[in-house]
């Protein structure tokens, strides 16, 4: 059953109305996340990409359009699915439970849904801690004992036990630094082709997006719509070393291109506005 | 800090005893209060020698417990209703609100008036300030929480009582512990005023019977009796509230002591 | 404000300060234990608009009570203000008078209104000092964390723009502990009422507090409610006071419209 999970979402329209001036976030969105695959999605900061995620993962709802998983209606303006362990959430700014350990964090979801027992969940919690890369030493740690790199790994996996159809993680490696980051992307690689999430990746970095997706999103300034659908044809399984090939390079270029001339844009509205 | 306390302690007897200023030789010297407390046979009837003594630091502390108690069983499930139902919330914090400005000293003389007898009155009082700080900062905890925590517990698939198991009183217990010891605190200002005003026994009711009986050395023995009560209490709920949240102390161990 | 309005008196809150009212009418009438001798709010407010509305003595215990709320609080802040800067910026005057000012905040402000008397020449002083004590320990712990809190990267650059100490303190250290000072006003006026209202039920003849006091003495409930009712209303006033001036002091912290 998880090998099924693709994600449609056609003519997404968002307005928020806080105060009688409506802002556009996102106008006429439409996108696909194929089952099992990764798709990255870039653009300006406050381009609506968070906005699309949220509506996904069911915490909000559009004005308009619809989004659909595996042909089941998802949210549309008038219906909400709410949100469950099908498309499971990996925050920004990390949100692992701080008050508990990083093994009662993973088994966490399996026991609220009652689809296992305390042991069994913890039992499968260890296993999952083991193939990522012998982490069962940190099972009876709290969140805030161990590095924030870490904490991402832990969060990827409360995540996976679920068995989730997608996987959205909301630009998870932004406050990292580079040494950090890149071996965060190997462990994703590795995650992805072991478990086969499809995933949707929200991201600033066109390096990290064109290394680790299939399919990279160009967004537009607000109102936020999709601007560029860059295919990613280079081989999986992926390593770093890839980053120096010329095709690399090249559609590196493409990706530049397309986000600056947003940034551009977003940046002289912005000063638009101030004045 | 020794020489600090030293001089301050020596300019407290040098303006008792030694200046001509009538306003400051009206007051005990430090050393007759330290030899009235330590006497065993003190003038005025109450050192540390006499039953008498203990059994004033038991009325009071009997009182604040109860309130105290009271304030808990009460303030943290109210609290924590209204940060976890936004309609609980509309009705209870309504009158929270309206009731608040009230002063809790002024309940004193409604509370003696309908209560039967003094010493529900004197608790009631107490416990009406304790409970006001409990159920704020309850509230404040559960305001507090990273939504993200909420969102990702959805997305794990927790239901509503999941959530308020999981997320809310965990996420909650910090703060709900530094309002129980601001509750503390609460307690005993508003105990010493009850008792002073509508008491028999107690710490605060002594400070104000040994000024009318012109006996004081008594006042600043019982004065500093209710300063180290008071920060023993809430150095306890300190201790117990550090036991409870095991994860929170580890996690800022190092970096930036907790502020209290 | 007027959403905000909307906002906080929403229906349900109605619902509840309207049942509140109601119960309290409904125990004095039925005269449930304890309400036998209670008045109820009907009573109240014809009291009040008979013989309160327009009594001198009534409005003087307002302006008895403000005054004294007044010079406890501006003498806390006078006080307070400094002695938080001090215990914060220099480390020596703190290792000596910490510790003692340490050993004196545990003590409840009630416990002083003995001593307040025997050393004050007037009963009007020895209330105002008591009220002092009530707001200065609450000020000054705030004003000295403030200072603590300052980011030191502030410091630094203004030192290192060369910015003599003196403008370092006027500029940089005395805006950076406003909020703090903010802070220690609100919590400062609300325990302030507080001691106020204790200390002229304990050792005083005037003011609202004391009204309160004479109305339960009297046997006239009535009075005790409309002195509660007065006090909340000071109370209530005096803080938003407070926040208006806390929002002039701190014009970085209003809302971007």
């Known amino acids: 059953m998880s090998q099924a999970g693709s994600i449609s979402v056609s003519n997404i329209q968002k307005i928020y109305d806080p105060e009688g001036a409506a802002v556009h976030a996102l106008e006429n969105c439409s996108c696909e996340i194929p089952s099992g695959k990764f798709v990255a999605m870039v653009g300006p900061s406050g381009c609506g990409k968070s906005t699309l995620l949220n509506m996904i993962a069911g915490f909000d709802k559009p004005t308009s359009g619809e989004i659909k998983l595996d042909d089941q209606l998802l949210v549309s303006a008038n219906t909400q699915t709410p949100p469950n362990s099908d498309r499971v959430v990996v925050f920004q700014n990390g949100a692992l439970f701080p008050w508990k350990t990083v093994l009662e964090n993973i088994a966490y979801g399996p026991i609220v849904q009652k689809t296992r027992g305390r042991g069994q969940a913890e039992e499968e919690a260890r296993e999952l801690l083991n193939k990522a890369g012998n982490l069962e030493r940190i099972a009876g740690s709290f969140p805030g004992q161990i590095s924030s790199g870490m904490q991402r790994r832990v969060e990827i996996l409360r995540a996976l036990i679920n068995k989730p159809k997608v996987l959205l993680l909301d630009e998870p490696f932004r406050a990292m630094d580079t040494v950090s980051k890149s071996k965060m992307h190997q462990h994703l690689l590795d995650i992805h082709d072991k478990f086969r999430p499809s995933i949707l990746l929200i991201t600033h970095d066109l390096v990290e997006a064109i290394l680790l997706a299939d399919v990279v999103l160009v967004m537009t300034t607000r109102p936020g719509t999709i601007k560029v659908n860059i295919n990613v044809e280079l081989p999986r399984p992926r390593s770093r070393e890839m980053i120096l090939s010329d095709e690399f390079t090249e559609l590196q270029k493409q990706a530049i291109a397309a986000v600056h001339e947003e940034a551009r844009k977003a940046f002289e509205r912005g000063e638009k506005e101030l004045a | ?260 | 404000m007027l959403k905000q309005l909307q906002s906080t008196l929403n229906w349900r809150g109605f619902v509840a300060i309207f049942g509140f009212f109601l119960i309290w009418y409904l125990a004095c009438v039925l005269k449930l234990p304890g309400f036998a001798e209670m008045a109820n709010p009907l009573e109240v407010i014809q009291m009040f608009v008979r013989e309160y509305a327009h009594d001198d003595h009534y409005w003087l215990s307002w302006v008895t009570s403000f005054q004294r709320v007044l010079y406890g609080f501006l003498f806390a802040q006078l006080f307070g203000i400094p002695l938080g800067l001090l215990f914060g910026t220099n480390e020596k005057f703190r290792n000596l008078f910490f510790p003692v000012f340490e050993l004196l905040r545990p003590i409840p402000p009630l416990a002083w209104v003995p001593m307040s008397i025997l050393f004050w020449p007037t009963n009007e002083s020895s209330i105002i000092f008591i009220t002092f004590i009530g707001a200065f320990f609450i000020i000054v712990i705030n004003v000295f964390d403030g200072v603590r809190d300052i980011k030191r990267e502030h410091l630094w650059l203004a030192l290192s723009l060369g910015a003599p100490r003196r403008v370092v303190f006027l500029r940089i250290m005395l805006p950076s502990v406003i909020p703090s000072i903010a802070v220690g006003m609100t919590l400062g006026i609300a325990i302030t009422w507080d001691v106020v209202i204790a200390a002229e039920m304990i050792a005083s003849d005037s003011g609202l507090g004391r009204l309160t006091w004479e109305g339960y003495v009297s046997s006239t409930p009535e009075v005790l409610v409309i002195g509660m009712i007065s006090i909340g209303l000071a109370g209530y006033l005096s803080t938003k006071v407070v926040n208006t001036i806390e929002s002039k002091m701190m014009p970085w912290r209003r809302v971007r419209r």
């Open chain 2, 1 to 260: 800090m020794i020489i600090g306390i030293t001089s301050s302690v020596l300019l407290w007897y040098g303006l008792v005893q030694w200046t001509p200023f009538k306003a400051f030789n009206r007051l005990p010297d430090p050393l007759s209060v330290i030899i009235e407390w330590v006497s065993t046979d003190p003038d005025y009837g109450l050192s540390i020698f006499t039953k008498d003594y203990y059994l004033h630091i038991l009325y009071s502390t009997y009182r604040a417990t109860v309130a105290f108690f009271l304030a808990l069983i009460l303030g943290v499930p109210l609290g924590i209703m209204m940060g976890w139902r936004a309609n609980f919330n509309a009705y209870a914090g309504a009158l929270l609100d309206f009731l608040r400005p009230i002063p809790p000293l002024a309940w004193v003389p409604i509370a003696i008036l309908i209560l039967p007898g003094d010493e529900p009155a004197v608790i009631f009082v107490t416990f009406l300030v304790a409970f006001f700080a409990t159920t704020l900062n309850t509230l404040l905890g559960v305001r507090s929480i990273d939504p993200d925590f909420f969102r990702a517990a959805e997305c794990l698939g927790a239901t509503d009582q999941d959530i308020l198991r999981d997320i809310i009183i965990p996420g909650a217990l910090p703060t709900i512990f530094t309002g129980l010891q601001i509750a503390m605190g609460a307690a005993w200002f508003s105990l010493v005023a009850g008792e002073m005003i509508a008491a028999q026994y107690g710490l605060g009711f002594m400070i104000l019977e040994s000024y009318n009986l012109v006996q004081y050395p008594t006042i600043i023995i019982m004065m500093a009796t209710l300063g180290i009560v008071g920060y023993a209490s809430s150095a306890l709920i300190r201790v117990v509230g550090k036991k409870m949240i095991r994860w929170r102390e580890q996690a800022t161990g190092i970096g930036q002591e907790a502020e209290t």
